[in-house]
């Protein structure tokens, strides 16, 4: 018998800063969401954590708040672009490759 998946997950960056997201949020990335789907026994899935190896702290959090504002617009219109420094942007373009995040990458 599965149990409920956690409300919340924690994402750890390769430097170790982690941030703790709503789970639907985070499943904004195809690999995320692959990675904590309950029917997957992944690691991930049962400690409800995921380290990102490739992806640094300060680019990480980018993401998350890209995860809240993504959620937060899903259907509104007329949205605001939201404010990505330039000096992340390859970096946060590697990032959303990595995590399967369309979304993210038409958005730089």
Do not use: H, W
Request: proline residues 5%.
């Amino acid at each position: 018998m599965m149990k409920e998946p956690s409300t919340y997950i924690t994402l750890v960056s390769n430097d170790g800063f982690e941030f703790i997201v709503r789970r639907d949020a985070a499943c904004v990335s195809g690999a995320i969401r692959r990675m904590v789907d309950p029917r997957s026994n992944f690691t991930e899935a049962i400690e409800n954590r995921c380290v990102l190896e490739n992806i640094n702290g300060v680019v990480l959090e980018k993401v998350c708040e890209y995860f809240y504002y993504s959620e937060k617009n899903r259907n509104a219109k007329d949205v605001p672009d939201m404010e990505i420094p330039p000096e992340l942007c390859l970096e946060l373009l590697v990032a959303a490759d990595y995590l399967k995040s369309v979304s993210l990458v038409s958005m730089l």
